[in-house]
């Protein structure tokens, strides 16, 4: 299977140094359409506004974290089969 590396993909973290080692992880592996969000509702006003076809997002952030995010993303029409990873640094 064919991997598409102009995808749209959003990086979603409230630390920038973590998003910057996952853009720069993304773009080492050839994808060229990397975006980033501090926060869950940053992200999702991003949604609204581009298309996005793969979320990698944190777990714990501020405003919405990444568990209300992926209920929002699941729930909305636009982007319910969309595949997303969630990430965290947490170890419970």
């Known amino acids: 299977m064919a991997v598409d590396k102009n995808q749209r993909i959003l990086v979603i973290d409230d630390f920038q ?3 910057r080692i996952v853009v720069n992880l993304l ?3 050839g994808f060229t359409n990397v975006t980033e969000a501090e926060d869950g509702q940053a992200a999702w006003d991003k949604m609204q506004v581009d298309n996005i076809d793969l979320i990698v997002s944190d777990w714990n952030m501020p405003n919405m ?3 209300e995010l992926l209920k929002k993303v699941r729930s909305s029409d636009k982007y319910k089969a969309t595949p ?3 990430v965290t640094a947490e170890g419970k």
Request: glycine letters at 8%.
């Open 84 to 86: 997303f990873i969630m």
């Open 27 to 29: 773009r080492q592996l």
């Open 17 to 19: 140094t973590m998003r």
């Open 65 to 67: 974290n990444g568990l």
